[in-house]
C-alpha cells in the first residue's frame, strides 16, 4: 500500500501524555460499603496528618535531638570532632529512615485513597517534603527576625 | 487480619514494568500470530505498486496551494509532453488516463458511422467496451508468437466497415511489443483512412522499441495514448496524454477534457515528464530483473509466459486452466487476474511487484499439484 498519506503520522503524537494512564490493578477490585469507604478516608486523612508530622520532624526536632545527642557526647568524650560526627551521621541516619517511614505511609495513604473510592495516581510525599520545608524556613525565618530579633550586636538588649 | 490486608492489596495498582511486560506479552503474541497469517499479495492490479516519486506529490501538493480556483492551463503541460516526443505542442492531448482519451478517441473516430476496429487480442481489457460505447463493433485479432500484436493480422482483419486498429505496445497482458518499422507496415497494409489507436500505457518500460509516438510525425492516421499510472505510479492522479499527426487538431480537441486536466495532475504530469530519468529506469530494471526472476524460477517445470516487457506476464501452464492457476494462487493468498477477463481459459496475468513477491509466487507456483 502506498504510505504517502500526510495524515499518517507513523505512530507520533497518538495516544496520551506520559504519566496520565489510568490505575491499573491486578483485578478489578471489590469495593465495601459506603461506611467502609467513608472509614477509609477518614483513615487516609490521618495517616496524612502522620506523614506531615513525620515530615515537619525532620526540620526541627530530629536536628535538636541529635544536637543534644552531640552535646552529650563532646561532653563525655570531650571531643568535639566524635561530637560532630555522631551529630551529622545521626541526621543522616534518622533523615533516611523517616524518608523510607514517609514513603512507606504514603503508600498506605494512595491505597487508602483508592479504597475510599478516588483515582489517586500520585502519592503527596514530595508535596508534603517541600511545603513542611518551605513552612519551616518560614517560621524559623520568622523567630529569627521578628520574635528574637537581630544580634545583639546589632541591637544590644 | 489477613483478610482484612487482602481488601487493600487489591487496591494497589500495578507497577509500570509489569504493564509493560503485559503489553510487551500481547505484543509478542501479536507478532507471534501475524508470523503464521499469510498477508494478502494482490498481483491482479497493472498499477504500480510503490508510491510516485516524492517530488511529484510535492509538485502536485505544490500546485494545490496556489490559485486552484482558477482555471487550469495546459499549454505549458502540452510543450513539457511535447518536447519529449520532439513534436508540436499542438500535437499533444492532456487527458484524464489514457483509458479515457481512448474513449474519447472511439467517440471522436466512431460517432454517428460506427463500423469495426480490429483489436489485438488479448488486448486492453476495457477497449471491447469502449469501441461498442461508441456505436463500434470491435473485432479481436489474436496476437503473434511472440505476444505482441501482429501487424499482418490487424491488417488483414480490415475490412472496408473499418474505421480503426486497435494495438499496444508492451501488449496488457503479454507484454509483447511491436517497433516502429511493424506499425509503418501496418500503416501502409491498411486501407486508407483507417486510423491506428497504439495504446502505449506500458511504453515507459520499453526502451528497445524506440519512441512510437514520434511516428506520428510521419504517419498521419496514427494516435498514441500515454499513461502516468503504470511506470510513473500515478494511477491516482487519472494523468496521460494523446499524441496525434499534424493537421488533426480538430480530432485532437475532441480528445481533450472540456475544461482540461485538474491542477494536481498537469503538475504531477509535467515533474514526471521533466525528470524521467530520475525515476523510471530503477522501475524499468525492477520490472525487468522480476520478469527475469520468475522465468528461471519456473524454467523446466509446466509453466511458461511470453518472453515481453514490462510488470505483466501473461501465465499459462501446460496440465493447468487459468482458473485453476488462479484459484491455486487464490488458496495462498495470492491473486491474479483469470484469463477469463479476456475470454482466455488457459491464462493468468500476473502483475510482477518486488523480489520478495515473485519468490513468493513462484513459491506458489511450484505446489502445483500435476
Known amino acids: 500500500m502506498p504510505r504517502n498519506d500526510p495524515t499518517d503520522t507513523g505512530g507520533l503524537f497518538i495516544g496520551r501524555r506520559p504519566g496520565t494512564a489510568p490505575l491499573r490493578y491486578r483485578a478489578a477490585p471489590e469495593r465495601a460499603g459506603e461506611r467502609r469507604r467513608r472509614a477509609d478516608a477518614a483513615l487516609a486523612a490521618l495517616v496524612l496528618a502522620l506523614e506531615t508530622l513525620v515530615c515537619l520532624s525532620l526540620w526541627g526536632p530530629q536536628p535538636v535531638a541529635w544536637l543534644w545527642i552531640g552535646s552529650q557526647v563532646d561532653y563525655r568524650t570531650g571531643s568535639i570532632s566524635l561530637a560532630l560526627l555522631v551529630t551529622f551521621a545521626g541526621m543522616l541516619a534518622t533523615l533516611m529512615l523517616t524518608l523510607a517511614l514517609a514513603a512507606r505511609m504514603d503508600r498506605a495513604w494512595r491505597i487508602l485513597r483508592r479504597a475510599a473510592g478516588h483515582e489517586q495516581q500520585q502519592g503527596s510525599l514530595s508535596r508534603i517534603f517541600a511545603v513542611t520545608a518551605i513552612v519551616v524556613l518560614v517560621a524559623f525565618s520568622f523567630w529569627f527576625a521578628i520574635i528574637e530579633g537581630p544580634a545583639p550586636s546589632l541591637a544590644p538588649r | ?370
Request: contains cysteine; aromatic residues 6%.
Open chain 2, 1 to 370: 487480619m489477613r483478610r482484612f490486608l487482602d481488601y487493600y492489596r487489591q487496591f494497589e495498582a500495578l507497577a509500570p514494568e509489569e504493564v509493560s511486560r503485559e503489553l510487551r506479552e500481547r505484543r509478542d503474541e501479536q507478532r507471534a500470530r501475524a508470523v503464521t497469517e499469510q498477508p494478502v499479495l494482490d498481483l491482479a492490479s497493472p498499477a504500480w505498486h510503490e508510491p510516485p516519486h516524492a517530488e511529484i506529490v510535492n509538485a502536485a501538493t505544490f500546485a494545490l496551494r496556489r490559485a486552484v480556483n482558477a482555471y487550469t492551463d495546459a499549454g505549458d503541460l502540452a510543450g513539457t509532453l511535447a518536447a519529449r516526443h520532439g513534436v508540436e505542442p499542438g500535437r499533444v492531448v492532456a487527458g484524464h488516463g489514457a483509458g479515457e482519451l481512448l474513449r474519447a478517441a472511439c467517440q471522436a473516430i466512431l460517432a454517428g458511422a460506427g463500423g469495426e476496429v480490429p483489436i489485438a487480442w488479448p488486448g486492453w481489457g476495457h477497449l471491447p467496451r469502449l469501441v461498442g460505447e461508441a456505436g463500434g463493433r470491435p473485432v479481436g485479432v489474436p496476437l503473434g508468437r511472440d505476444g505482441a500484436a501482429d501487424p499482418a493480422s490487424l491488417a488483414a482483419a480490415a475490412g472496408p466497415r473499418t474505421r480503426a486498429v486497435a494495438l499496444a505496445s508492451p501488449n496488457d497482458p503479454t507484454g509483447g511489443t511491436v517497433d516502429a518499422a511493424a506499425i509503418r507496415r501496418l500503416a501502409r497494409e491498411l486501407p486508407a483512412g483507417t486510423w491506428i489507436l497504439l495504446d502505449a500505457a506500458l511504453a515507459d518500460f520499453d526502451t528497445a522499441g524506440g519512441d512510437l509516438a514520434a511516428l506520428t510525425s510521419e504517419l498521419d492516421r496514427l494516435l498514441v495514448f500515454r499513461s502516468f499510472s503504470k511506470a510513473h505510479a500515478m494511477a491516482g492522479f487519472r494523468a496521460g496524454y494523446a499524441v496525434g499527426p499534424l493537421g488533426e487538431q480538430e480530432l485532437l480537441a475532441r480528445l481533450a477534457p472540456t475544461l482540461g486536466v485538474s491542477a494536481p495532475a498537469q503538475a504531477g504530469m509535467a515533474w514526471a515528464t521533466a525528470n524521467v530519468a530520475r525515476h523510471l529506469p530503477r522501475r524499468r530494471a525492477l520490472a525487468a530483473a522480476q520478469r527475469e526472476r520468475l522465468a528461471a524460477a519456473l524454467a523446466g517445470s509446466q509453466l511458461a509466459f511470453p518472453a515481453g516487457t514490462g510488470p505483466l506476464v501473461w501465465l499459462s501452464s501446460a496440465a493447468h486452466t487459468g482458473a485453476e492457476l488462479a484459484a491455486h494462487l487464490a488458496a495462498r493468498r495470492i491473486f491474479v487476474t483469470p484469463g477469463s477477463a479476456w475470454g482466455d481459459d488457459r491464462h493468468v496475468r500476473v502483475a510482477l511487484r518486488g523480489a520478495e513477491a515473485t519468490d513468493r509466487l513462484a513459491a506458489a507456483l511450484r505446489d502445483l499439484p500435476d
